[in-house]
């Protein structure tokens, strides 16, 4: 993003405002118009009244401006500027848009949530020009996001985004990331995108964030932090699937749809509105079966939002308890979830996450100095540290350290450090577990901590994932692929997803089963397309299945990722050990031509 000045005074007539905005252009409108002005300009104006009269009405969109080959649309929600996308490109397809003679219209698009300057005719600001950059980037048809609109979407629910890299462009500081924006078929289930998952008989349920009702005070991250609450308090029941916090981080506003609980692989989705007024706080909850979009149960609670964050208020326990009668029959304990105390620290925790998982060398630096903050206003908590374990975890398997191996043990200090603060972390327990395992300390000790994170947290994502590493460095393959499988089964919208799903690919080739370790992979690569050990996966799947040309470009892409790889450097994040394929894997490699 483009940086400045502070903000100074607008004249009277402007007013700066949030806005998606949606810009579109023609390819190659001078090549048209030479063609055939008059045939195209009639056709242009037809697509911008059909698109006012049918496309935008619905979805509260406003056509800010028009330039003879383009447009700038705004909308409130990134949601409905995807669908407006997906519309208007359908309408260039429509016969009375087409030319008798000559090449069809086809538009590129981008969108882009931002800041903005606003008055009676037009939008002004940074995010217009960056939204216009972006849009240059794509190829006839296609419309593409930035990393913040792909943030502001269910991916899966309607829509899939695909990682399009990084990008240098014009009077950007910066490179920006961009997805692909792809319109899933009506014919196909959304949670056919996902890894097989296993039978379960216990009844699942996903969270959803409250979303703000009108006539609420603004308080970013305060309908996240009720749906963190209450997913903590749920999992800590041992007859719920529940389905990770950051995974529905995302779906506001859509309990009824059914789609959702497709993608999720739950049948109940809890979610709601709240209103705030100074420091009281309007909840009204909301139970759905989400496979028929049916409320099932709702009441309104009162509560103060200093006992929310205190973890001190009756009516949410009164929420998690009536739940389990409706689904369970079962009383739920619950639990003081929520890592800080204060609002405003929550949110930083949720935006140091989000940033970290981009994986570019400069929002992993922001997300470090969001971690240093909370660590300076929270030095007995457990958090900072746990968060510092991620961040270490992530530089080392990504590559981007010197030393990968001391990159290692850095973010096992952290998990060590976090646990002297809180023996029972829900994520330092068995991020301990795992990178003892990979630095080389005994396995048996790393093996018994990781059964005493899963008992402990058997709906904490990372618990399963610990487990499995350490059983697949013990060499069990079953239980590396089993508990792969299951981790990955509770992260379908996580941040971290790709991490999950590359860890299941190499359980997957642990198991000799190539073209399900190369499937995996292909989602990781999906959801982050610059995770190095995802493409490292991919090129031996691809290898041991004898596609030998694929695997060599899979292997230079490993490269330019990871500029300094090689196959011992490699191997030193496993602390020399690995699954009982790890040599294999190395000669694998290095058949590819990568260094030794």
């Not at 991250?221 to 308090?233: H, I, K, N, R, S």
Request: aromatic share 6%; proline share 6%.
């Amino acid at each position: 993003m483009v940086t400045g000045a502070e903000p100074g005074p607008l004249p009277l007539a402007l007013v700066r405002d949030h806005a998606v905005l949606l810009f579109f252009d023609v390819v190659e409108s001078v090549r048209l118009m030479q063609h055939d002005e008059s045939g195209f300009v009639r056709r242009w104006l037809a697509l911008l009244q059909r698109m006012r009269d049918d496309v935008l009405p619905p979805l509260g969109g406003r056509m800010v401006k028009s330039h003879g080959d383009g447009a700038l649309l705004s909308f409130a929600r990134a949601a409905d500027a995807a669908l407006a996308a997906f519309q208007i490109h359908g309408l260039t397809r429509q016969p009375e848009l087409a030319a008798l003679d000559g090449p069809p219209i086809a538009l590129r698009m981008a969108i882009h949530p931002s800041a903005v300057v606003v008055d009676a005719w037009d939008i002004f600001g940074n995010g217009v020009n960056l939204a216009a950059r972006i849009a240059a980037l794509a190829g006839p048809g296609e419309t593409l996001l930035s990393a913040e609109a792909r943030e502001a979407l269910v991916d899966g629910l309607g829509l899939r985004t695909v990682d399009n890299g990084e990008h240098w462009l014009k009077h950007i500081e910066r490179p920006v990331r961009t997805y692909r924006l792809e319109q899933l078929d009506a014919a196909v289930c959304p949670a056919d995108m996902l890894p097989a998952r296993r039978a379960e008989v216990r009844p699942g349920i996903a969270v959803l964030p409250f979303a703000a009702a009108w006539g609420s005070d603004n308080c970013p991250g305060l309908g996240q932090a009720v749906a963190d609450d209450l997913t903590a308090a749920l999992s800590r029941g041992i007859g719920w699937r529940v389905i990770s916090r950051l995974s529905t981080a995302q779906c506001h506003g859509q309990a009824a749809d059914p789609a959702l609980a497709d993608l999720l692989g739950v049948p109940y989705l809890l979610g709601g509105r709240y209103r705030a007024s100074g420091a009281a706080l309007q909840l009204h909850v909301e139970l759905t079966d989400g496979r028929k979009g049916e409320l099932l149960w709702s009441e309104s609670y009162r509560l103060q939002i200093g006992d929310l964050f205190a973890g001190q208020d009756a009516a949410l326990h009164e929420v998690v308890r009536t739940v389990g009668r409706q689904v369970l029959h079962t009383e739920l304990t619950r639990t003081q979830t929520l890592p800080f105390s204060r609002l405003e620290d929550y949110s930083i925790h949720l935006g140091a996450i989000t940033l970290m998982h981009r994986l570019n060398a400069h929002d992993q630096e922001r997300a470090l100095a969001m971690v240093d903050a909370l660590e300076e206003r929270h030095r007995r908590s457990a958090e900072p540290a746990a968060m510092r374990t991620r961040w270490h975890a992530l530089r080392m398997v990504q590559g981007r350290a010197a030393d990968p191996a001391a990159e290692g043990r850095r973010a096992l200090a952290c998990a060590r450090d976090a646990l002297d603060r809180d023996a029972l972390h829900s994520f330092a327990q068995p991020m301990c577990a795992m990178l003892a395992a990979q630095m080389g300390e005994p396995l048996l000790p790393a093996m018994a901590q990781a059964q005493h994170a899963l008992a402990a947290h058997p709906q904490e994502p990372m618990a399963g994932l610990a487990f499995a590493l350490v059983r697949g460095y013990l060499g069990d393959v079953h239980d590396f692929e089993h508990h792969s499988a299951n981790a990955v089964g509770l992260t379908p919208l996580d941040p971290a997803s790709y991490v999950y799903l590359g860890l299941l690919s190499s359980a997957k080739l642990s198991a000799g089963k190539f073209d399900e370790a190369a499937q995996s992979a292909r989602q990781a690569i999906r959801a982050n397309a610059t995770f190095a050990p995802a493409h490292v996966a991919m090129a031996l799947a691809q290898e041991m299945s004898g596609q030998r040309d694929a695997a060599l470009v899979s292997a230079q892409r490993v490269l330019s990722l990871e500029p300094g790889f090689t196959v011992s450097r490699w191997l030193s994040k496993f602390g020399g050990r690995g699954p009982p394929d790890m040599p294999a894997r190395g000669c694998a490699l290095r058949a590819l031509g990568l260094p030794g």
